[in-house]
């Protein structure tokens, strides 16, 4: 008999339905998509990702899928309802799925949204759930359980944190991430400036950097999707003295480039950040971290060794982490990356939690 090991599985690996892929409005879960994509085709499975249309993702094959993008669930309220725009990216792409679902082995889903759960049972194909965010509202927790429960095991996360904010943590595998550390560039010698990276937006409390940067006089380089403009402003409304300076949105090799120059990575989210790619990514470079002491950073972070971890909200506790930087060395951020976060390890992970879905784990 062949080892379940040696079977190449085909999959379909759907994307999340707020912005096309390598636009950054997906946010961590675009390169966590591409890192799972890369890695399981070089393991020899078929792959097809399917997404809406503009997306672009190397040479990986995307199936585009036209209609109006779904709405972001960062800042709903807990009790909001399900909403979806007419002609919906979302639906159109589960439509798509329907009928091609008999050319695959195990549908991968990406995204965030209440009508891929709500859909499951109705397939004649397992399907495999990656949650990319904590818990936003009550309607889709209670969607995701019942999936949970009925489907056990096919409920993915990145951390432990992030899975007790569900109400069903226990029913969630870790699988943590990855990325290909042969892309990003070690640096030793840094210079001053500081680097704050991600999405522009509420969550991500971007004033808490800036407030650092302004204190300490020391550069702030910011780097990402700016999603919320008017919230932009008003950070540089209130910080006009602040030596901040908006890079825009890069790609990896070039976010890289200018990442490894930093002294420090400063992570300063007021939500439960799920993992935080850009942690793994500024330790890669050799770059330490500094992150406030809740959800996937706390995970991640080595307190005193590969970066600090803060109190919470604390902008006193950041400047306090920032005058001791040069207590980290450098190396030890690389060898962290090297050691817990290759593609490797990820894709072991993931593959075991597919074949374990496929019951031949
Ligand atoms: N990113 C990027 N270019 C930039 C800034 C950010 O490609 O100039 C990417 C970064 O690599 C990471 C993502 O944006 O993958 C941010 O993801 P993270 O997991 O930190 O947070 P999320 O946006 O998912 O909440």
Redesign the pocket.
Known sequence: MIPAIAKSLRLLLVSTSVGPLGS?I??????TLQNIAQEMRRRGHTIQVVAPTESVMGDIPIQGIPGNLQMMAQNLESDAPICMPGDAVLANMWEYIRTVQADYDLIVNFAFDWLPFYLTPFLTRPVAHFI??GSITQTLDQMMEQVAVRFPGTIGVYTASQAATFPFAERCRCLGSGIDLSLYEFCGEPGEALAW???IAP??ALEDAVAASHLTGIPLKI???MQDKGYWQQICWEYPQAPIEY??????KE?QKELRQCQALVMTPRWV???????I?ALACGVPVIAYRRGGPAEIVRDGETGFLVEPDSIAGLVEAIKRLDEIDRYKCRQHAETEYSLDALGDRFEDWFKDILGNG
């Open positions: 950054g997906g946010g961590g879960v675009e390169l990319s965010m990276l991600g999405r969550e991500k780097f990402g999707k890079v825009g949105f890069l790609s990896t976010l950040e799920a993992f935080g790619n850009v942690a990514e």
